[in-house]
């Protein structure tokens, strides 16, 4: 059974650092993994798709990159804002059609 | 509408209750899911549909829990005889076409949040 582990549990930064968020996953047959950011009370918000065959995806000050074989992904923050403090999901999809998810990293980036 | 919606957004069940939460998925949307998200994990998934057919409920807990999507759009999910540890967000998702493999985003609503007394 796949399994999602994200180190930290929680994080809290000045604003301005970089910061790298940590996923891993026990099995690496995969299609894709996801990040998510979820707001208190609030769906999940999609912020990068890794496919399998990818190494990383870039969206503004965001980065994330795949390490299919080693079963590892990471979320990469660049100048962390206040806005930017959220619960971050990360999420793969197997051979089934849902996604497995960590249990998040509470970020908070501190004004 | 824009995005998935969910109602009710909140829900208070007394022990013993049955419960149903409905999901409105973005139109023309061909798959739907559904998760449980308990306090401070990550969302759980419970079932799957294809348009109305259900093609996986590996991830309901107990057959209390039944969700239906008779006319290929909006779901129901249906909790009967609630218990607290049913106690948690639900989540509803949907993607354009069969999702997963080919690398489709999952788009989700808001969630209900289930609080049994």
């Known amino acids: 059974k796949q399994e999602v582990t994200q180190i930290p549990a929680a994080l809290s930064v000045p604003e301005g650092e970089n910061l790298v968020l940590n996923c891993s996953f026990t099995?690496?047959?995969?299609?894709?993994l996801q990040w998510f950011r979820q707001d208190p009370g609030k769906g999940l918000t999609s912020l990068l798709l890794?496919?399998?065959?990818?190494r990383e995806q870039t969206s503004g000050r965001l980065n994330a990159s795949l390490d299919k074989s080693s079963g590892r992904s990471t979320l990469y923050i660049a100048a962390s804002q206040p806005g930017d403090s959220a619960t971050y999901l990360c999420?793969?999809?197997?051979?089934?059609?849902?996604?497995?998810f960590g249990s998040g990293t509470q970020l908070t980036v501190l004004p | 509408g824009a995005g998935v919606s969910q109602s009710p957004r909140y829900k208070v069940a007394k022990r013993g209750q049955d419960v149903a939460l409905r999901c409105d998925p973005i139109?023309?949307?061909?798959?739907l899911f559904w998760y449980q998200q308990a306090l401070g994990q990550g969302p759980e998934f419970l079932t799957y549909?294809?348009?109305?057919?259900?093609?996986?409920k590996s991830g309901l807990p107990s057959d209390r829990f039944f969700a239906e999507r008779p006319e290929g759009s909006v779901s129901t999910l249906k909790i009967q005889r609630t218990q607290q540890e049913d106690s948690a967000v639900y989540l509803c998702?949907?993607?354009?076409?069969?999702?997963?493999?080919?690398?489709?985003?999952?788009?989700f609503g808001p969630g209900t949040r289930l609080l049994v007394l």
């Open positions: 549909f294809q348009n109305e057919a259900q093609l996986d």
């Open positions: 099995d690496s047959a995969i299609y894709n």
């Open positions: 999420a793969v999809i197997g051979s089934a059609r849902q996604l497995t």
């Open positions: 998702a949907s993607s354009l076409r069969t999702g997963g493999a080919s690398g489709e985003t999952q788009y």
């Open positions: 890794i496919q399998s065959s990818q």
């Open positions: 139109s023309g949307h061909v798959s």
